[in-house]
């Protein structure tokens, strides 16, 4: 049997600490047993998964790993579910994805099991114990499929992003080399695990690294800033939103509380932040806050990270940088040129070794994303400035980054269509200081009916994660449109001003 790289290095630390929280930890060789176990398991009499797709309910604990490890190891590709997805988002996802098997814990399990019934998909609760049989895990090739990612997008429906075990290689040794990961790293987990940021960023690094994760079941700032007080991590990594809110959280504690939290901050070696833009007055306030110059990036499901400001040299506000190891980039005007000067915004088109596989189950819309078949079009707008790239806006107004979260207005939309007062609707992100964008929606209402936001929220709450439900709402007797019926998002968006 050889095993994938990722293994291959952790058995590189089979002694140190991976995972530790208040009561436990877990070595390297805890999770290297753990996942050839539950491997063992998922293949019951199979010798290979022969890449059927496991979605995994699983908390972000060391079990994430275990379950990532084990589903590479027997040849499957995983699907991290959001762990706060409503049942009609998870039914989409196991239904789009052919899900084969359900992985989850005995605490999850039942708000995933009715579910498996109805689309008759295996269910493996990972506290199940099977007798110890010795089987030899398949070898599996690097080309082979590794994790489908859901996405939103131009499309209604999220799509599922298809990497391969070369792609996720190549997105981490990019990370490793530019950002100097290390054995002796320390990081804190609490970004959810159905994204990149979290697994790529996060784990897959740390864990390439023999580095130690500290996993939080949520953003708790008090829990995770107590640890900071107490000198806990040496690197950091957050979205925006997660700044603003440590921002607001430590102007507001006295400064005998503070001041140790803010050493903690300033003693990183490395503080990152990305998946949205980095407002420069954010990057400005954390600086005379705590010393420590954030590291602004950029990436995408479908490419990785992309763009890096540099570890040594200048970490420009409102800049990403420049390109990764591995990632070749050029941008594409309106007028279909390639730009090859400074101060002219183009298109950002992405190649190389971690731009992903395809978009599952969709030969058309996966070929329409690729020009000249390698460069991804990525659909977000850049400028080259004195060296540095600086991100402009999308293409499309209908996409949405709300909390580091990517949401289609679409998608958003047709849920919302569903409401029996709603004949029909419009969504747009507006400019907001925490969130970087919040979802609103200007609604025709049915002739006779009313709809409050407070009530309105709460109907969307079976139906959309939280993160997509509308925070502002506008009725209006019509929508803007243009001369073909389009609706003018720009207008609309004018209407929450
Ligand atoms: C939550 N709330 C929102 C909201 N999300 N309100 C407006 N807009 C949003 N987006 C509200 C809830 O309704 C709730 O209100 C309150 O905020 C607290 O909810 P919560 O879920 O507990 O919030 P919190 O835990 O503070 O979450 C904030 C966050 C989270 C920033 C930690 O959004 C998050 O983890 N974001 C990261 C997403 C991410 O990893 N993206 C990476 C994608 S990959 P009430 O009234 O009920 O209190 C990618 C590629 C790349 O982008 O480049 O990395
Ligand atoms: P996702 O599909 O969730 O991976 O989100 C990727 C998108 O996030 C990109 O296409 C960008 O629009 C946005 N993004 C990521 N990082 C940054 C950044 N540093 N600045 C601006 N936008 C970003």
């Known amino acids: 049997m050889s095993e994938l790289l990722i293994i291959k290095r952790a058995m590189l630390h089979r002694n140190s600490i991976a995972f530790k929280n208040e009561s436990s930890e877990q070595t390297y060789q805890h999770l290297l047993d753990r996942s050839?176990?539950?491997?063992?398991?998922?293949?019951?009499?199979?010798?290979?998964?022969?890449?059927?797709?496991?979605?995994?309910?699983?908390?972000?604990?060391?079990?994430?790993?275990?379950?990532?490890?084990?589903?590479?190891?027997?040849?499957?590709?995983?699907?991290?579910?959001?762990?706060?997805?409503?049942?009609?988002?998870?039914?989409?996802?196991?239904?789009d994805s052919n899900t084969s098997i359900v992985i989850t814990t005995q605490e999850l399990k039942h708000e995933i099991s009715d579910l498996c019934n109805k689309l008759n998909v295996r269910l493996l609760i990972i506290e199940t114990h099977h007798a110890k049989k010795e089987i030899v895990l398949p070898t599996i090739e690097s080309s082979r499929p590794a994790m489908i990612l859901y996405t939103s997008g131009t499309t209604n429906k999220p799509k599922g992003v298809l990497t391969t075990h070369a792609n996720i290689e190549?997105?981490?040794?990019?990370?490793?080399?530019?950002?100097?990961?290390?054995?002796?790293?320390?990081?804190?987990?609490?970004?959810?695990?159905?994204?990149?940021h979290g697994i790529i960023n996060v784990i897959c690094c740390a864990m390439w690294s023999g580095a130690l994760v500290e996993p939080f079941a949520r953003f708790d700032i008090h829990a995770i800033t107590n640890r900071v007080r107490q000198d806990a991590y040496t690197v950091f990594m957050a979205v925006p939103t997660i700044y603003v809110k440590l921002i607001q959280m430590l102007e507001s504690t006295e400064k005998d509380l503070r001041d140790p939290i803010i050493a903690g901050f300033k003693n990183m070696r490395l503080m990152v932040s990305g998946s949205a833009a980095l407002p420069a007055t954010v990057h400005d306030t954390w600086f005379n806050l705590t010393g420590q110059k954030l590291l602004e990036r950029y990436g995408m499901t479908e490419i990785g990270m992309a763009l890096s400001n540099p570890y040594d040299g200048e970490r420009r506000p409102g800049s990403v940088g420049k390109p990764l190891p591995g990632v070749n980039i050029r941008l594409k005007s309106d007028s279909g040129k390639f730009i090859e000067?400074?101060?002219?915004?183009?298109?950002?088109?992405?190649?190389?070794?971690?731009?992903?596989?395809?978009?599952?189950?969709?030969?058309?819309?996966?070929?329409?994303?690729?020009?000249?078949?390698?460069?991804?079009?990525?659909?977000?707008?850049?400028?080259?400035?004195?060296?540095?790239?600086?991100?402009?806006?999308?293409?499309?107004?209908?996409?949405?980054?709300?909390?580091?979260?990517?949401?289609?207005?679409?998608?958003?939309?047709?849920?919302?269509?569903?409401?029996?007062h709603i004949s029909e609707c419009a969504v747009v992100g507006i400019e907001d200081e925490t969130w970087g964008e919040a979802v609103a929606v200007a609604v025709i209402l049915r002739e006779g009916t009313t709809l409050q936001l407070e009530e309105f929220r709460e109907w969307c709450r079976a139906r959309l994660s939280v993160y997509k439900i509308p925070k502002h709402l506008v009725t209006v007797a019509a929508l803007p449109k243009n001369a073909m019926g389009k609706v003018v998002k720009k207008e609309v968006s004018s209407l929450f001003k």
Request: glycine letters at 6%; a negative charge; one cysteine or more.
């Open 170 to 196: 190549a997105q981490i040794e990019s990370l490793i080399e530019a950002w100097k990961w290390k054995a002796s790293d320390r990081i804190p987990l609490f970004l959810p695990l159905h994204h990149i």
């Open 36 to 95: 050839e176990q539950l491997a063992v398991q998922l293949l019951e009499n199979e010798s290979d998964l022969n890449s059927a797709t496991v979605a995994m309910l699983i908390p972000a604990d060391s079990n994430f790993v275990c379950v990532q490890w084990a589903i590479w190891r027997a040849g499957g590709i995983m699907l991290p579910l959001c762990l706060s997805a409503t049942q009609p988002e998870w039914e989409y996802a196991l239904s």
């Open 341 to 420: 000067v400074e101060n002219e915004p183009g298109e950002i088109q992405i190649s190389g070794p971690g731009v992903f596989k395809e978009y599952w189950n969709r030969p058309q819309i996966t070929s329409e994303s690729f020009d000249e078949e390698i460069w991804f079009r990525t659909g977000d707008m850049a400028v080259i400035e004195e060296g540095y790239y600086r991100i402009m806006g999308r293409l499309s107004t209908d996409i949405i980054k709300s909390g580091g979260y990517k949401l289609s207005a679409l998608e958003i939309e047709s849920t919302l269509l569903q409401h029996p």
